[in-house]
Each structure stands twice: as C-alpha cells, then as structure tokens.
C-alpha cells in the first residue's frame, strides 16, 4: 500500500496543499484536531487581496505604534497582560521594518502574490469553483486630501508591480462605485482585479469535498509532536503513533508548537481578529472596502455584510474582547449611514503572523522530510492556492516557481 503524505490542518491552507499533492499523484490525508475550517479559515472577510503586498513591518510604523497600543480599542494593540510575552516579537517586527529587510519582505510578498493570482484561478478551474467567487473588486478608502496623499506612495508601488487600480478623488466618483456612503470619504483606490468569495467557509469546504471525492482522506487527530524516523517522519498523537515518509505542517496559529517538538524555534504570534456578520439586507455592498486608517474591512459575505479586521496581538489564551467587533461595528455604521446593525454574530479568529508578514514555506531545518506552510497572517486564504504550488514543488524537488529563499525558517 502507497503510504500517505500527512498534512497537518485541515484550513485553508492545508486543503489547499493536500489538493495540490494530490493532483501531482501523491496519496494524501489531512489530520486536524477540530475538522475542515474550524479556525480563520471560516471567518475571515472572505477576501483575495494579491494587491496587497506591502508588509506590515513598514519603514516609520514604530513611530505610530505608540499611539495605537494604548489604545485598547485601535486597530492595532496589545493587551496588557500580554505586553511582556510579546516583547521579544515586536523587536523583531522593529527589526523587519528597516529599510533593507522591508525591501527584501516587499518583492517576495510580491512575488508570491503574482504567483498566487494565477495559481487560483488554476485551482478554480480544477474544482469547478467559480460560483463560489466575486469578481467585483475592491474600494480602499480615504477621508481627505492629506490621507489619500499619505497613501500614493502604497499606489506607486502597486503600479511597479503591474497592479491594475483607478484612483478615484471625489464622493461623486466614488458613488459611482459604490453608492451609500458617508460624504466624508473624499478619495478612494479601485482595484477592479480584487476577488472574494461568497463564504470563506463554503469555500473551504468546496476543496475539502473535492478532495474526499478523488479519494482522500480527512481524520480529526490532536497531533502531540513530530519525530525525525528513519526514511519519514513519526507523528505522535493521543495514544497512537502513525508514520508517514513526508509531513506537511498547516496548522496555522498552532503550527510553531509543532515545529518546537523538532527543535525549530519560529517567532509565531496570533493577529486575533474580530468581525460581526450581517444577515441578508443589511446594506447594498457593491464589493469590498477597506478603510486602511481604521484598520478593518467591509466584505459581503453570502449576501450579508461581514465587518472585521484590526489586529490585536494577544496569543492563544485571553479570553475575546468583543469590544472591539462592537467598535468597528459602531464605526461602519456611521461610514455606511444605511447600515441595519441588528441580528449580526460576532466572532473571534487567530491569524498566525511573523514579524517580517511573510509566512514560512520550506522544509524544517532539522527534519528534511517535514515542509513548513504556516505563518500567513491575514492573507492565509489570498495566498493559500501559491502556497501549495510552492509544497508541491519542493515536495518534488522541483525548483519552485519564484524564489523561496525570504521564506525559508532558517531566516530566524
């Protein structure tokens, strides 16, 4: 019997690359200890954002930092009672946003979000996917001249990197695009190229049952650690040990845990992102928006309205702060003066971040038959179909399609 790759982590990202490695004729079984799209995978905006590649460790971001983490309701904080833990991974999120390393973080973001534009339209076609997707594009918008300048330099680079986008400077413009909105967004980028899916979690699950239908396997396991064993690698779990001669490790938030048991000591953290989901009729959203100087986004989500983002760095185990889906809440609706507020779910995710925004895909330093694809911050599901083009490749040893080396775990 052909033994099976293992993927560990059944997101967006492990369905992802468990599809790609099969495709290429590998046998496959996912293991994920809560099942398909039980973490961000299921209540992410929804969004493919390949013109975003700026990394969030920007020159200058230092300076505004202070006045963002005391504010325990902005869009980027710290909780108190994490504030020492998480010391030693905003020095090197400072690090990182020096100038050469921002450069080097700005052309592989790049690079992995051209190679993952067409690579999902790849995997679209492959699982026959479409109606699952919105073609519709997206609105980033700005409140006055002095905003909308500060942000051309993000348009330039888009430009330098063949983005296709249409700056819009006026509230009449921008109604023609989206009608609805307060007067006070004066300029906006349109980026017509922009996609989304309907539901991120119809979407996950859309590749895990293709997946299951061309005969793999998906196991719920809580996966203890991993073990270097012979020609494979051994993965422990409660009561039982299964081998396998290659892992796969997608476990998004969590994945740095696995990686310590090999020896790999990656600087994980959790950008824990909260949204609040409007049913049907809520507003009329032509497509997305985000509102860059708040540091959240408006997504249409199976014909409601999902309003999230921010980033609170705050681990795995504080107990959700709600306040801040209720302020973004209280934001959009006064950005979205029509906006019926009432009868939404609110909800609390983990997004795995590195300090330079760039995950890790690569084999583990110590174990050569263990591939790393974790760390993608808020852009798991934009990247998710490039990144198992990448695990392929290197599962093949092929030479991957772009450079791989910003990527490698070795670089901490």
Request: glycine share 10%.
């Amino acid at each position: 019997m052909q033994e099976k790759i293992v993927v560990i982590g059944a997101g967006v990202i492990g369905v992802s690359v468990a599809l790609e490695l099969q495709r290429r004729g590998h046998a496959v079984c996912i293991l994920d200890r809560e099942g398909v799209a039980a973490q961000a995978s299921a209540g992410n905006a929804g969004a493919f954002a390949f013109s975003e590649i700026e990394p969030l460790a920007t020159p200058g971001i230092m300076r505004k930092a202070p006045k963002w983490l005391v504010d325990p309701l902005g869009p980027l904080s710290v909780p108190p009672a994490y504030a020492l833990k998480i010391a030693p991974w905003m020095l090197r999120f400072w690090r990182a946003s020096r100038s050469d390393r921002y450069r080097r973080s700005l052309t592989a973001q790049a690079d992995l979000m051209q190679l993952t534009s067409a690579a999902l339209e790849r995997q679209a076609a492959s699982v026959e996917g479409e109606s699952l997707l919105q073609r519709d594009g997206q609105l980033q918008l700005y409140e006055g001249a002095a905003e909308y300048r500060a942000s051309l330099p993000a348009w330039k680079l888009r430009k330098e990197h063949g983005i296709a986008f249409d700056l819009l400077e006026s509230p009449q413009a921008i109604a023609e695009v989206q009608p609805g909105l307060s007067p006070r967004f004066t300029h906006a980028g349109f980026t017509p190229n922009w996609l989304n899916t309907t539901d991120p979690t119809r979407w996950v699950g859309h590749l895990a049952q293709v997946f299951t239908d061309r005969g793999g396997q998906i196991e719920r396991r809580e996966i203890r650690g991993l073990k270097p064993a012979g020609d494979g690698v051994d993965i422990h779990m409660q009561g039982t040990v299964m081998h396998a001669p290659k892992v796969v490790v997608c476990a998004g938030a969590w994945s740095h845990h696995l990686a310590r048991t090999l020896g790999d000591h990656i600087p994980l953290e959790t950008e824990r992102g909260y949204n609040t989901t409007l049913p049907q009729g809520a507003f009329d959203l032509k497509l997305h928006l985000s509102l860059p100087n708040h540091g959240f986004v408006i997504s249409r989500i199976n014909g409601g309205v999902r309003v999230g983002g921010a980033v609170e760095l705050g681990g795995l185990h504080l107990p959700p702060n709600y306040k801040r889906a209720d302020t973004l809440l209280d934001k959009a609706a006064q950005f979205l003066p029509g906006l019926d507020t009432g009868g939404g779910t609110q909800w609390m995710g983990f997004r795995p971040s590195l300090p330079d925004s760039l995950p890790v895909i690569g084999a583990s330093p110590r174990a050569s038959n263990v591939v790393y694809a974790f760390g993608h911050g808020h852009v798991g599901l934009t990247q998710s179909a490039g990144t198992a083009e990448l695990v392929g490749a290197l599962i093949d040893r092929e030479t991957p399609p772009i450079p791989t080396d910003a990527f490698s775990a070795s670089r901490f």
